[in-house]
């Protein structure tokens, strides 16, 4: 087995800690490493590094270096840009398919996922790796731990194989009382965006599904044959059609599978999402230095001084050099906006 490890995203919900040339996943967000080099760290014990890939923006493909040192710079595959899931993954595939058989099994995984039980993590690859070779395209569905309204669901079918179940249909974010309702039946899951194939299997379902795509991911072929995998290839990558692999295949395609799964998964999208993975007091409150709060439960601190909290509950306070961000945990995720307000400022310093 292969890994593709995704590390191109922009990271704008966890402003201001997150920044353009820092981004999420190369943040310790919990301990002394990155969400990145945990990433990698989990796998190690059962794919050697020299068999783990990273695919990134090239503006970060340095600190991808910086952060693993002994990952092969060959194993470091560069998006001119980001265009989403399905030309990335497109993009790596082609990559790959110069450097093993069409028939290698291929794990693809964010870079930023909080993954807490990990011997379950690495035992779900056991079917997965079986199904793959089989020819199905398999994705991991989170067994739910309350009705989300901020995850995509897949819905399950009838058993495949021993862990293994069919994919009936991908839901996009429900509301609330639709999101009950899935719970309630017990067959739905929540889309990790996590997805495990053959090399050869993903590129003939983009072949079939998402033809414009393989096609210019054979020119970008011819030019990294010729000019080396350095060169610029940004002319085609351009305009390739910005679609999740969701979407653009998975939805779509006949042959696949999703193995349910329950190892303390996170995909820490918001402050409110790390509240809620980290250790609190007595009253729910996080203090990531030393502080207190008076009469105030529920809150998240990240600061490098003494904070006192007084009266107020389930609120976000994140400190930096040059920015301090307050909000409520159930608006945490609309940081976003603040990214948006500091660009159209032009205070290209804040972001």
Not at 210 to 218: G, N
């Given at each position: ?76 595959i560069v998006e001119p840009f980001g265009m989403n899931t399905a030309p ?259 205070d290209t310093n804040l972001i």
């Open positions: 087995m292969i890994a593709l490890i995704m590390a191109g995203g922009s990271g704008t919900r966890f402003w201001p800690v997150s920044r353009q040339n820092f981004p999420k996943q190369f943040i310790n967000i919990q301990g002394s490493t990155s969400m990145l080099q945990k990433t990698v760290e989990r796998l190690l014990s059962k794919i050697c590094l020299h068999d783990i890939y990273i695919v990134t923006a090239a503006n970060q493909a340095e600190l991808v270096s910086k952060q693993l040192p002994r990952l092969p710079k060959n194993n470091i990335c993954i497109a993009l790596s595939v082609e990559y790959l398919k110069s450097r093993y058989a069409d028939g290698e099994v291929m794990l693809v995984l964010p870079a930023d996922h909080v993954i807490r039980n990990v011997p379950v993590f690495l035992k779900s690859l056991i079917p997965a790796e079986q199904e793959a070779r089989k020819g199905r395209l398999i994705t991991f569905g989170i067994v739910p731990e309350y009705p989300a309204t901020g995850y995509g669901y897949i819905e399950a079918g009838e058993e495949l194989a021993p862990q293994v179940r069919s994919v009936k249909r991908f839901k996009e974010k429900p509301d609330k009382d639709t999101a009950e309702q899935f719970l309630a039946s017990g067959d739905f899951y929540w889309n990790s965006g996590m997805f495990c194939w053959t090399i050869g299997a993903i590129h003939e379902a983009f072949c079939q599904l998402l033809p414009e795509i393989p096609k210019l991911t054979a020119k970008i072929a011819d030019i990294w044959e010729v000019k080396g995998n350095e060169a610029d290839v940004s002319e085609h990558y351009a305009i390739m059609p910005r679609i999740p692999i969701d979407i653009g295949i998975m939805e779509k395609a006949e042959k696949r599978g999703v193995i349910p799964v329950d190892y303390g998964w996170s995909d820490v999208g918001s402050w409110k999402a790390l509240a809620d993975i980290s250790l609190t007091d007595n009253n729910s409150n996080h203090f990531s230095t030393t502080g207190t709060a008076i009469d105030a439960k529920g809150n998240f601190v990240q600061t490098s001084k003494f904070t006192a909290v007084i009266g107020l509950d389930n609120i976000c306070v994140i400190e930096t050099a040059d920015a301090i961000l307050v909000c409520t945990k159930d608006k945490s995720e609309e940081v976003k906006k603040v990214v948006d307000y500091l660009n159209n400022k032009g």
